[in-house]
């Protein structure tokens, strides 16, 4: 889920010179607004790792708008008083009232997560801790609170930078402790905890908004605009406020994102293909056929841009498998049937069993993209849908099943000329529609919707593999290559040994020696051969010397014996 956070955000002095003042302005006019409306209170929780920014973004908070109408709470290890109450009588005790807005500096996750870490709370309990959690927000939004969730991001290299950069500080050295390096080396539980935290506390009513905090600019920036643009959103809506209202996703404000960050250069000769193409395929063939495998069942599902090369890929994966091994369940508008169920119901009858294989050509993810620019779905619905669908996939994951999903990603230019290849060629003709060339329309809300859909449904147990696919063989490869290592992965195999065929062209004079050690080598083999059979050719003639010899002196006897026989029958008197 941290994807987006990781990706080197960052805004110039001179953007933010001309951001700043227009952004403060507005937040202290909608703060006005919000004390003279008093009908909500606002709750900002403001979390993550170590070092990444949270106390300045509270500040900057303090210094953009009235402080006389924010309150901030930080929660530390529970009191003895604390201790004495349930866990929930500290939170319940600092919410803000109606027209105004609280701050939380650590909340109810920080402790779960602490004891997470530690592994004095079990998986089970954690997950029940945050079920509770989940039911406390939404109580807090139907009773018409705004609840905005940040959680700011920091890569592990990104983290050390950060902290030695504020302990060479004399000013923020204080801020650096011991406590703050061991916490380091446990970046990568937090980020496990972490994870799976956001996955199963992503709620409609209360969604986390994920911020790189690597630039102070861009972190404040975000941040502040994202509580501008919730607040006025909220108060310029009139329906009855009984129902959750979600805050909008954070804006991406300098245009990077997990799909314009890719490279869509990258490309494999045909010989190269080839060569890979067998030996991954090879590969999957026998991971198919590992006995681990029958205690788990392998969904793939497979998106992705109008002409990307979903089919083809499809089809290389299928000559790995055995035909009665694998479903292929392509996915269209719903069905009468289909659409008197739950949004789910449809994909859940097509879930494979212990030992088999379902492959999705689209998926449930249709409500997050298609319904939700097409303006099928209502937006309560589409903001619904992924955590959901991140419930929905952890359910098949803890059941046994590996969940392994693919956006196939190509450049506008590709997809044109795809386009007009299709329309000429007969056999392809099929492929092309009037909606084909209609989405191509609406590049820009499919490109939004699928980095949200990305940011907000890449989890630990059913990641995201976003394949550049401006050329087919390379993404064909990027595919089958990615279900093998996540098999191997999930079913504790050592990963293939065989290296992968790299093609190199050495310096001429390095080429003529490796020829000649060869020619020698070979020369020395053939001796050593020749020199084994000539030993051998000695030893099977002179048996057979032996053996002829043999023969012959047992020939002699015998007819030695004879003619003694026949002189002797010559010699007997006639009667």
């Known amino acids: 889920m941290f994807e987006s956070a990781e990706l080197g955000h960052k805004i110039d002095k001179e953007t933010f010179k001309v951001e700043e003042p227009k952004l403060r ?24 790792v170590d070092g990444s920014g949270k106390g300045e973004t509270i500040n900057v908070l303090y210094e953009w708008m009235d402080p006389r109408y924010l309150s901030t709470h930080a929660f530390y290890a529970p009191t003895a008083e604390e201790r004495a109450h349930p866990s929930m009588w500290r939170y319940w ?17 920080s402790h779960p997560i602490a004891e997470r870490i530690g592994n004095s709370l079990s998986r089970s309990d954690f997950d029940q801790r945050m079920d509770q959690l989940n039911r406390f927000e939404a109580m807090l939004v139907n009773e018409g609170a705004l609840v905005l969730k940040f959680w700011i991001h920091l890569s592990k290299d990104a983290q050390r930078e950060r902290l030695k950069a504020i302990e060479a500080n004399p000013l923020t050295r204080w801020r650096v402790t011991k406590t703050s390096w061991d916490r380091l080396k446990t970046y990568d539980k937090m980020q496990e905890v972490a994870g799976h935290l956001l996955r199963t506390t992503n709620t409609p009513w209360a969604p986390w908004i994920i911020v790189e905090g690597t630039d102070d600019r861009y972190r404040s920036l975000t941040v502040g605009k994202t509580i501008l643009d919730s607040l006025q959103k909220r108060l310029a809506d009139k329906r009855d406020q009984n129902s959750p209202v979600a805050p909008p996703f954070s804006p991406r404000i300098d245009r990077l994102d997990v799909l314009s960050s890719l490279d869509m250069t990258q490309s494999l000769t045909k010989k190269v293909y080839e060569t890979e193409l067998s030996t991954w395929q090879g590969r999957l063939a026998e991971l198919m056929r590992h006995p681990e495998f029958k205690k788990r069942a392998l969904i793939l599902a497979f998106e992705g841009s109008d002409a990307a090369g979903k089919g083809g890929a499809i089809r290389r994966v299928m000559s790995a498998m055995d035909a009665r091994q694998y479903q292929i369940i ?15 119901w449809r994909f859940w009858r097509h879930m494979p069993r212990l030992g088999r294989v379902a492959i999705f050509d689209r998926t449930w993810y249709g409500r997050v993209l298609v319904e939700r620019v097409e303006g099928f779905c209502s937006e309560a619905d589409w903001l619904r849908a992924y955590s959901e669908i991140n419930d929905f996939e952890h359910d098949l994951w803890h059941a046994g099943g590996i969940v392994v999903k693919f956006w196939l990603q190509i450049s506008d230019e590709e997809q044109l000329k795809r386009f007009e290849e299709r329309a000429k060629i007969e056999h392809k003709r099929f492929k092309i529609t009037e909606e084909d060339w209609r989405n191509r329309e609406k590049a820009a809300a499919y490109h939004e919707a699928v980095c949200d859909m990305i940011d907000r449904t890449s989890s630990g147990t059913a990641p995201w593999t976003i394949v550049e696919s401006n050329d087919k063989l390379f993404a064909r490869i990027k595919v089958l290559r990615t279900i093998c290592e996540r098999l191997e992965k999930e079913l504790k195999v050592e990963p293939m040994k065989e290296p992968r065929v790299l093609i190199a062209r050495a310096p001429k004079a390095e080429v003529a020696k490796e020829a000649e050690a060869k020619d020698v080598k070979e020369e020395h083999e053939s001796k050593v051969e020749h020199a084994k059979q000539t030993k051998t050719q000695r030893a099977n003639a002179l048996r057979a010397e032996k053996a002829r010899a043999a023969k012959e002196a047992k020939e002699a006897k015998e007819a030695k014996e004879a003619k003694a026989v026949e002189a002797g029958e010559k010699a007997r008197p006639v009667a």
């Open 25 to 48: 302005a507005a937040l202290l006019e909608t703060q006005f607004q919000l004390r003279e409306n008093g009908s909500f209170p606002v709750i900002i929780l403001i979390s993550g």
């Open 93 to 109: 005790r600092a919410l803000p009232p109606k027209g105004r807005i609280g701050i939380f500096a650590g909340s109810w996750y």
């Open 330 to 344: 392509p996915v269209a508008a719903p069905t009468e049937e289909e659409r008197a169920q739950p949004y789910l």
